[in-house]
Structure formats: C-alpha cells, structure tokens
C-alpha cells in the first residue's frame, strides 16, 4: 500500500473530515519546467473512466508531435495510509508526535514491533503497519493549480471567517490564503508559476 504525506494539521483535518481533496506535483516535474508550453489533452485510454491505467495526456504547444503522458500518484479507488511521524519514549511505549495517541505500549502485548535504532521516527518513513488513517481516492482530475475554487479551497481544509453576523472571507480571500499556503510547501514551484497538478477528491476509511 501506497503512503502519502501531509502537513500534522492536515492529517488532523482529514481524521475530523474537515479535509478531502489534496492537490499534489507528484510525476508533473518536466511538464511543470515550462508549464505554459503545455496543454492538457485528457486521459489515455479515454475509455477506462476510473483511470487505473491511464496516464494524462499533454501536448506540447506549437509541436503536436511532442507528447507526454503522465500517470497519477495515486488512482480512483486506491486506499493510501497517511504518513506520521511516531516518537519511543521507552521500550514500552511510542506515540504519534501530532497527539501522543500510543502508537505502542507494554511489551509484552506490542502492536508494534520498534525496529529503528533511532527513538524518532520521521513521517517520511512510517510503514504501514505503524499507520492509524487512511483513506480512498474518490476522484482524480488535472488542471492548473489557478483553476482552484473557493469550493475546492474548503475541501482542502480552509474556512472563511465569520465575525458577528458577517462573512469576512471572499472567495478570492480564500483563494489567495490557498496560493500562500501552497508556496509555504512548495518554495520551489510557486503559485505565480501556475504549475500543473493533480487534484485528489477522498474520503476517510477505515484501515483494510
């Protein structure tokens, strides 16, 4: 099984359903050297709706011959483990670092077997045995990263601010609190670049 990385608050959102589409580079780095020389010409083969052999078909812009085709991270469908990092305070007991839930306790009943040298294990590698959420791919879809909507801003875990009876956040207020959060993660292919990127609809299941 497949392991995705997220923000801990974002692992938050997504255990409390308050996150459930994710927008990720993954596989798009060339296309996105020179993203404006490219145009998105659909999934091949266009028959197969759930995608799990398609790739994403670009075009290069004034050379119909140079096409790529790229294949998403993660298909309609799949069920992916989110990545946490855990901590081992003793040979008892290791918690996950976002809420110190135990992630291993007493020994001589472990659900997990603690097989790293070091007492901190870093998100990145978490197994899936160690993981505790997961969740299903719903919907995979390609599309410039400005083409987000204050709709897909909320799914992706933002809110607007209420103060008294008004509503503070306009939809390009969320929009644009999206577009610094993203270059907060992504220093090296900022929001102004208008990379390509494949945006993930998913819900929160239980582990297989």
């Known amino acids: 099984m497949k392991g995705i990385m997220m923000l801990p608050e974002h692992?938050?959102?997504t255990a409390e359903k308050r996150k459930w589409q994710t927008r990720r580079l993954g596989g798009l780095k060339e296309i996105n050297a020179t993203p404006d020389k490219w145009t998105f010409e659909g999934w091949y083969p266009s028959d197969l709706?759930?995608?799990?052999k398609c790739d994403a078909?670009?075009?290069?812009?004034g050379n119909g011959a140079d096409i790529k085709g790229v294949k998403p991270c993660y298909r309609t469908k799949e069920v992916v483990y989110i990545k946490e990092g855990i901590h081992r305070f003793n040979v008892e007991y290791a918690s996950y670092d976002?809420?110190?839930?135990p992630v291993m306790f007493f020994q001589s009943a472990n659900r997990l077997h603690w097989r790293w040298k070091k007492d901190k294990l870093p998100a990145m590698f978490l197994p899936e045995d160690a993981a505790r959420t997961f969740t299903k791919t719903l919907d995979v879809r390609c599309e410039r990263l400005s083409s987000i909507t204050a709709k897909d801003c909320i799914a992706e875990g933002l809110r607007r601010i209420s103060m008294g009876t008004g509503v503070v956040s306009s939809d390009g207020d969320l929009r644009?609190?999206?577009?610094?959060?993203?270059n907060?993660?992504?220093?090296?292919c900022l929001a102004a670049t208008r990379p390509w990127v494949f945006v993930y609809d998913y819900e929160?299941?239980?582990?297989?």
Do not use: H
């Not at 907060?184 to 090296?188: L, Q, R, T």
């Not at 929160?204 to 297989?208: A, D, F, G, M, R």
């Open 176 to 182: 644009q609190a999206y577009f610094q959060l993203w």
């Open 184 to 188: 907060s993660i992504n220093p090296k």
């Open 204 to 208: 929160l299941v239980s582990k297989p």
């Open 98 to 101: 976002r809420d110190f839930t």
């Open 11 to 13: 692992v938050k959102m």
């Open 49 to 52: 709706k759930e995608y799990w």
């Open 57 to 61: 078909v670009f075009k290069r812009k």
